[in-house]
């Protein structure tokens, strides 16, 4: 099956910096999304991006697809931001709607 | 009221024991599905409905099964609970993207 790799696993920031995580993925996908799990385990659905770029608030995103990866970037991180980012693909029509996570990145804003 | 609920939130139950997990959608989407969420990993596929007629297996979906009652409800059965199913696991609908529950914190001793 189709890898999800994300780095790095384990992010630390000050409150204010600026931070972009990485998924590559192994082969061609129809959708990518990224999500945050916070603190308390609610999956909070950030951006449906198979290709492009789209922004959020301090949060944007960007999908090469051609080259097999996303990025998330995260603007003047907040102590709100901590949790886990995942990212998640899914290709081709038989799994279609079905989605491969990467492991996460731990992101921990510090104040 | 949350798009997507489940119930319970909690559960500590008994190795051997049978348990449910139910989920009920309000966004009327087809598509509903079921994850593991293990420490440390990402969510894992158990099973997935693409309509009330139509229910797949995912890529863990030994020792679980489910049943689609309804468009809006979609649960999740363990038929005889095993220390290693000790997860998270979420509910969730498509449609052009993902909505997830807000879990179910299962463990089994």
């Known amino acids: 099956g189709i890898q999800v790799e994300q780095s790095p696993p384990d992010l630390i920031l000050q409150e204010g910096a600026n931070s972009t995580l990485r998924c590559n993925f192994s082969d061609s996908v129809n959708n990518l999304q990224w999500f945050h799990q916070n603190p308390w385990g609610q999956l909070i659905n950030l951006f449906y991006i198979p290709s492009g770029t789209k922004q959020n608030g301090r949060l944007s995103a960007t999908t090469v697809a051609t080259e097999r990866y996303s990025l998330l970037y995260i603007s003047s991180s907040q102590t709100t931001d901590s949790g886990v980012y995942f990212c998640?693909?899914?290709?081709?029509?038989?799994?279609?709607?079905?989605?491969?996570f990467g492991a996460g990145t731990q992101v921990v804003v510090t104040p | 009221d949350a798009d997507v609920t489940q119930t319970p939130r909690n559960r500590i139950t008994k190795t051997g024991k049978r348990i449910m997990l139910e989920c009920s959608q309000t966004?009327?989407?087809?598509?509903m599905y079921w994850y593991r969420q293990d420490p440390g990993l990402g969510l894992r596929l158990i099973y997935y409905?693409?309509?009330?007629?139509?229910?797949n297996k995912g890529e863990i979906s030994d020792g679980y099964s489910v049943s689609r009652q309804a468009q809006a409800k979609f649960s999740l059965s363990l038929e005889s609970a095993i220390p290693n199913q000790t997860a998270l696991y979420f509910c969730a609908t498509w449609n052009y993207g993902y909505t997830f529950g807000s879990g179910t914190r299962l463990t089994v001793v």
């Open positions: 998640a693909v899914e290709r081709g029509t038989d799994s279609w709607g079905k989605l491969q």
């Open positions: 409905s693409f309509d009330v007629k139509d229910i």
């Open positions: 966004k009327g989407h087809d598509r």
